[in-house]
């Protein structure tokens, strides 16, 4: 089993910069990611990391702004920049023991509120 610890949410004004920290504990992992969920609407994909050849995605709507790193364990980093208020949302950390298919592991969710 695999525990995900998040941290870093918070409230920031249109413009500003927030990095949220998603720790893991449990299992050796193939990849970890960021996804969110905004009021009324469905989880999207944010960003990932694969662990193999330090591949990332990201999704097109954040692109340029926010970016994704790893310490030499199991914590990633979320740092969001020129945030907007169409990027409030609960931003959810995820996991997987592997390289394809659903993430199998989610930590608990952290609010990110941008006002105007």
């Known amino acids: 089993q695999v525990q995900l610890v998040e941290s870093g949410g918070g409230l920031v004004q249109a413009g500003g910069s927030l990095r949220l920290s998603c720790t893991a504990s449990?299992?050796?992992?193939?990849?970890m990611g960021w996804f969110r969920q905004a009021p009324g609407k469905e989880r999207e994909f944010v960003i990932s990391?694969?662990?193999?050849?330090?591949?990332i995605y990201i999704a097109d709507s954040v692109k340029g702004r926010f970016t994704i790193s790893r310490d030499n364990a199991n914590t990633v980093y979320l740092q969001m920049t020129s945030l907007q208020p169409g990027d409030t949302a609960v931003y959810y950390c995820a996991a997987s023991t592997s390289t394809m298919g659903p993430y199998d592991y989610w930590g608990q969710g952290t609010q990110v509120t941008v006002s105007s």
């Open positions: 990391l694969y662990w193999s050849g330090g591949r």
């Open positions: 449990g299992r050796t992992l193939s990849r």
